[in-house]
């Protein structure tokens, strides 16, 4: 009975050992396929079918300088140029989100007001019943490189002002750079604002 009792625990040990081997052997399997072969494969697709995208779809100025990406917003500080929405994480991409504050917050009401002060001092010809809502709010991300065609359209004034450009020919740029709805159908029409201002220094030639 006993030699019985010690060769069926032989043969699970055994058993066990095998299974292990086989557990181990495929793990790294898929660690050389999951963790290897398909990063290489993919990475290597996305650079040659989409080089552009999988760079970080970076913006060069005409010296070949990278200064920025098209698809995360940033401050522009000059007048003079097109300003994008509100970001209180100052478009910091390894801190998106917003405070998510309820409209009865006071830090909110604080802001928004020191935002529309801004926009009358920076706008002084244009009423402040023409200032769209997507100028003093934040994105869900704090990162929005877009703004809508209104929003880039009233601050035409001020940039024809400051930069002697006429209202039409700077409204024919954001014409041009105004982007339609994905596939005609999802999101809204939106301007990019770095590629906006581009063309714009372009014309200025600053």
């Given at each position: 009975m006993s030699t019985i009792t010690h060769e069926g625990h032989g043969n699970k040990v055994r058993s066990g050992v095998a299974g292990f081997w086989i557990a181990l052997r495929i793990s790294a399997l898929f660690i050389i396929l999951c963790g290897i072969v398909y990063p290489l494969v993919t990475t290597g697709l996305a650079q040659l079918l989409f080089p552009h995208q999988a760079n970080g779809s970076l913006l060069k100025d005409q010296a070949g300088k990278v200064i920025g990406s098209?698809?995360?917003?940033?401050?522009?500080?000059?007048?003079s140029y097109f300003q994008g929405r509100?970001?209180?994480?100052?478009?910091?991409?390894?801190?998106?989100?917003?405070?998510?504050?309820?409209?009865?917050?006071?830090?909110?009401?604080?802001?928004?007001?020191?935002?529309?002060?801004?926009?009358?001092?920076?706008n002084p010809d244009t009423p402040i019943d023409q200032l769209p809502i997507a100028l003093i709010t934040n994105s869900g991300s704090g990162l929005d490189p877009h703004i809508t065609p209104q929003s880039a359209l009233v601050q035409v004034p001020r940039i024809s002002k400051l930069t002697g450009i006429s209202t039409g020919e700077l409204k024919a740029l954001v014409d041009e750079f105004t982007e339609n709805r994905d596939l005609g159908v999802f999101g809204e029409r939106r301007v990019n604002v770095l590629k906006l201002n581009l063309a714009l220094k372009e014309k200025t030639g600053k």
């Amino acid at each position: 009975m006993s030699t019985i009792t010690h060769e069926g625990h032989g043969n699970k040990v055994r058993s066990g050992v095998a299974g292990f081997w086989i557990a181990l052997r495929i793990s790294a399997l898929f660690i050389i396929l999951c963790g290897i072969v398909y990063p290489l494969v993919t990475t290597g697709l996305a650079q040659l079918l989409f080089p552009h995208q999988a760079n970080g779809s970076l913006l060069k100025d005409q010296a070949g300088k990278v200064i920025g990406s098209e698809l995360i917003g940033q401050s522009f500080t000059d007048p003079s140029y097109f300003q994008g929405r509100v970001s209180s994480i100052d478009y910091k991409a390894e801190a998106s989100g917003s405070n998510n504050y309820a409209p009865s917050n006071p830090d909110l009401l604080a802001r928004t007001q020191a935002s529309i002060a801004d926009w009358q001092k920076n706008n002084p010809d244009t009423p402040i019943d023409q200032l769209p809502i997507a100028l003093i709010t934040n994105s869900g991300s704090g990162l929005d490189p877009h703004i809508t065609p209104q929003s880039a359209l009233v601050q035409v004034p001020r940039i024809s002002k400051l930069t002697g450009i006429s209202t039409g020919e700077l409204k024919a740029l954001v014409d041009e750079f105004t982007e339609n709805r994905d596939l005609g159908v999802f999101g809204e029409r939106r301007v990019n604002v770095l590629k906006l201002n581009l063309a714009l220094k372009e014309k200025t030639g600053k």
